[in-house]
């Protein structure tokens, strides 16, 4: 797909009329009867060949090319304040053509005052003063230059005022909706804890092995003593909080390290024993290693950061977490700032938040007025349930071929779509929280490089995932209430449209989303998209609704529930509480969420984890070859 003109055309001639696009009984000519036919509408359609699964190659013990491993920046006991340039190494961390960039509209978000996209609220004891530039705030010239290769010429909403709070040394709440015009948190938190370090690092890191002499891990290894620990709810977030990591501490001292369930321990432990100052991972995998006092202390933490708080607390997981927070060695004093960053702030968060930050902490809470979701064109068709397949289909042939993201509502409904395409030719990976952690990095892996662009995922896989490009996110199935409703709609249609480019999200809508209609309603009204006259009868009697997310600051709440105090001003939404959650879909969240993270592998012999186990001793379960087996027609419904 050349621009997003090219998607608008295309998507025009199959939304203008929804009722040719999806007829009840044209599927005479569908699917192609056979195999030949199939594969010859997505090859004139432009996509690519589909790339079947390797599933040999999930079997070799060997592998050892996971995403934490990937290289980052050694430092020589011999280099000065900054090190050497490393030509190979910076070709890789800034150079990747699928590193994601900011897009054309970029420079809209920067609007301030009255014209700005975006309302910021800030509660502070202290007057904090937002800055405008990188410049203003005094960031070490290792960090600066890291920011210039990033080509982050100036700093988000967000990271306009975490900036300045952090660098005063505050405990910190930062809440900002996904997707533009308030993405950017990772770099919010990295940029001034990271450029703070980076002055003291000599004076405050655990000693190391001077690496660019060579590494015997029986000589040289050193337990691991990070001064910064970032938890976050998934291993892909936590490996993309890991790919800024590398770069914005690139030519320094800083040594970042990333550890999660389902990826080799011995291997992840080896890392950190050759030094590490930024430990990022998954709660499962941190406490199985703080398990091993031998492998790592948390002694020396002067930053804890608890990354997408609401995701991570949606679950039961308090005695973990409590245990992550204030087990083993954890630096008590009071030079240990506590920061949180969240899409919302439910009640879980704010008892954490209660719990664990000072009482003088800024809390910082970016929000969209007027048009909820800059950027992005929102399409919603009619489409029955049995012809969900065929609407697919129809769909992706219709546009020029664009990466597309694909969400579903459960995991086996996402091998069974897979599965489908797969087999009329069109280049699909997919991925959910029952595959293994190979699997899944290969999937982001082929889905970032569009060896297979497209991908079909759940929705709770795909939190946070950034990937360039991604310029259309199809939502085959709506989330249902119980799954974060409009707030989850949002969370999906952000997977596109990031950080100033634009996108577009088609839904399927039936009957069976009506729990979803006036919530869709006030959304697309708000953001000047068309309102389908199927949706009409949710046309709220308001003539200026306006639309509230996932970021409330939940006054209203507050009044209802009379609390206040510590944490009740920031009071959550009835959405985030999620009271009507039915329990098999929690289940589903958590387990997706948390995959074999969440098991405390507590009578593990030492060094071993249960996600260990799985991926050394037990090699992949054989799965039927995708693309090799028919569809079974009896299922398909079409
Ligand atoms: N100042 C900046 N200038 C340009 N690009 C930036 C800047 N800060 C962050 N980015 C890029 O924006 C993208 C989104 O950042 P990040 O993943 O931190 O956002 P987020 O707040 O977690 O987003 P979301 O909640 O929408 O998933 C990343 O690709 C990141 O490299």
């Not at 090859?43 to 790339?51: H, L, S």
């Not at 190979?88 to 897009?103: C, H, S, T, Y």
């Not at 929102?378 to 489409?383: E, F, G």
């Not at 399927?508 to 919530?519: A, H, K, Q």
């Amino acid at each position: 797909m050349e621009s997003y003109d090219d998607v608008q055309d295309a998507l025009r001639d199959v939304t203008n009329n929804p009722d040719e696009f999806v007829t009840e009984n044209d599927n005479a000519q569908f699917p192609p009867d056979d195999n030949e036919k199939s594969y010859l509408g997505p090859r004139e359609a432009g996509w690519t060949d589909p790339v079947p699964y390797s599933y040999e190659s999930y079997n070799d013990r060997n592998f050892a090319n996971w995403d934490g491993m990937a290289p980052r920046y050694e430092w020589n006991d011999e280099y000065g304040d900054i090190g050497p340039r490393n030509e190979e190494l910076e070709k890789q961390l800034f150079n990747d053509e699928f590193m994601p960039r900011a897009g054309l509209r970029f420079d809209e978000l920067k609007k301030s005052g009255e014209e700005a996209p975006y309302s910021v609220k800030v509660e502070s004891e202290f007057k904090l003063k937002p800055i405008s530039t990188f410049d203003e705030a005094g960031i070490h010239p290792v960090m600066k230059k890291n920011l210039e290769l990033c080509m982050y010429s100036w700093p988000t909403a967000i990271q306009c005022y975490t900036i300045p709070a952090i660098h005063e040394q505050r405990d910190v709440i930062g809440i900002a909706q996904t997707g533009n015009p308030c993405s950017g948190k990772t770099g919010a938190f990295l940029i001034p804890i990271l450029s703070k370090l980076m002055g003291k690092a000599k004076k405050l890191a655990a000693p190391r092995p001077n690496i660019a002499e060579g590494w015997d891990p029986k000589v040289n290894a050193v337990r691991a003593e990070p001064l910064v620990l970032i938890v976050c709810p998934t291993r892909e977030l936590a490996n993309q909080i890991f790919d800024d990591a590398r770069r914005l501490c690139y030519r320094s001292m800083l040594r970042p390290c990333v550890v999660y369930g389902g990826a080799p321990a011995r291997l992840q432990r080896e890392e950190l024993q050759k030094g590490c100052d930024i430990l990022i991972g998954t709660p499962g995998r941190i406490l199985d290693f703080m398990r091993q006092p031998h492998v790592l202390s948390l002694r020396r933490v002067r930053y804890t950061v608890i990354d997408e708080a609401d995701e991570l607390l949606q679950a039961d997981w308090e005695e973990d977490f409590k245990h992550l927070m204030a087990g083993g060695d954890m630096n008590e004093d009071s030079d240990h700032r506590y920061l949180m960053f969240s899409a919302s702030f439910n009640k879980e968060c704010r008892k954490l938040a209660g719990d664990y930050l000072s009482r003088d902490h800024v809390r910082i809470r970016i929000s969209r007025p007027g048009s909820a979701v800059r950027h992005i064109q929102q399409v919603i068709v009619w489409v029955e349930n049995h012809n969900k397949k065929k609407a697919l289909y129809d769909l992706l042939l219709s546009l020029r071929p664009t990466r597309t993201l694909i969400f579903v509502n459960s995991k086996q409904e996402v091998d069974y779509v897979d599965d489908f395409l797969f087999n009329q030719g069109l280049p699909t990976t997919s991925m959910h929280g029952d595959r293994t952690q190979r699997e899944r990095e290969d999937a982001i892996r082929s889905f970032r490089t569009a060896k297979c662009p497209i991908m079909i995922t759940t929705g709770v896989s795909a939190r946070g995932l950034d990937i360039v490009n991604v310029m259309h996110v199809v939502n085959y199935d709506l989330p249902r209430a119980s799954q974060g409703g409009i707030t989850e709609y949002m969370h999906r249609i952000g997977r596109t449209a990031r950080i100033g480019n634009e996108g577009l999200a088609t839904s399927f809508y039936n009957s069976r989303d009506e729990d979803l209609g006036p919530d869709l309603v006030k959304l697309l009204i708000e953001s000047h998209q068309t309102v389908p006259d199927f949706l009409e009868q949710h046309q709220p009697s308001d003539t200026n609704p306006s639309f509230e997310d996932d970021t409330t600051d939940g006054e209203a709440e507050k009044d209802k529930e009379g609390e206040d105090g510590e944490t009740g001003a920031w009071a959550a939404n009835s959405d985030d509480d999620d009271t009507d959650a039915d329990a098999d879909n929690k289940e589903e969240e958590a387990d997706e969420t948390w995959g074999e993270d969440a098991e405390g592998p507590a009578d593990l012999a030492e060094g071993e984890s249960a996600a260990e186990e799985q991926t050394e001793q037990e090699p992949a379960e054989e799965k039927p070859a995708r693309g090799r087996q028919p569809v079974d027609r009896d299922l398909v419904e079409w």
